[in-house]
């Protein structure tokens, strides 16, 4: 697809297969282990991710969509972009994460939470979309 940004299998690398070389680098130490298809990125909950340099996210009043399969027993980002947590500024920043057992968005300085319990060990297929101009 020509508007498909990255797509990141994690079938044992960090591999962009988009055709855009957007591709990632191991951070802490992650492993791969058996996922819903192929392989899946485990990460320790501490100090484990996987960075990629070059990516500068989906910026500005443009529509998008993140979709992941997730299997998780505690709270953490599934995927983020723009600022640092502690500073810089908020309206270039996104993150999809889980929090207090649900499905968690911020974007810019706004935010937004799921009812539905994903923090249970169970593999879950989770999936964000912005509608283009939404004013989150």
């Known amino acids: 697809d020509a508007n498909l ?3 990141w299998q994690f079938d044992g690398n960090f591999n962009d297969s988009s055709g855009n ?6 951070m802490g130490d992650p492993n791969f282990d058996a996922g819903v298809i192929g392989q899946a990125l485990n990460l320790d ?5 996987a960075q990629i340099i070059g990516c500068k996210g989906i910026l500005g009043p443009n529509a998008f969509s993140i ?9 953490g980002v599934i995927v983020g972009w723009g600022r640092d947590r ?14 207090g ?4 968005i ?4 706004g ?17 964000l979309s912005v509608s283009e101009g939404a004013n989150l």
């Open 101 to 104: 057992d649900r499905l968690r």
């Open 21 to 26: 070389d957007l591709h990632g680098t191991a």
């Open 67 to 75: 979709a992941a399969w997730i299997r998780t027993t505690d709270n």
């Open 5 to 7: 940004a990255a797509h």
């Open 111 to 127: 935010n937004f939470q799921g009812d539905t319990t994903v923090i249970d060990g169970e593999w879950h297929h989770v999936a």
């Open 45 to 49: 909950g501490v100090d484990d991710y």
């Open 86 to 99: 502690v500073t810089g500024d908020d309206n270039v920043r996104l993150e999809f994460r889980t929090n």
């Open 106 to 109: 911020e974007h810019g300085g």
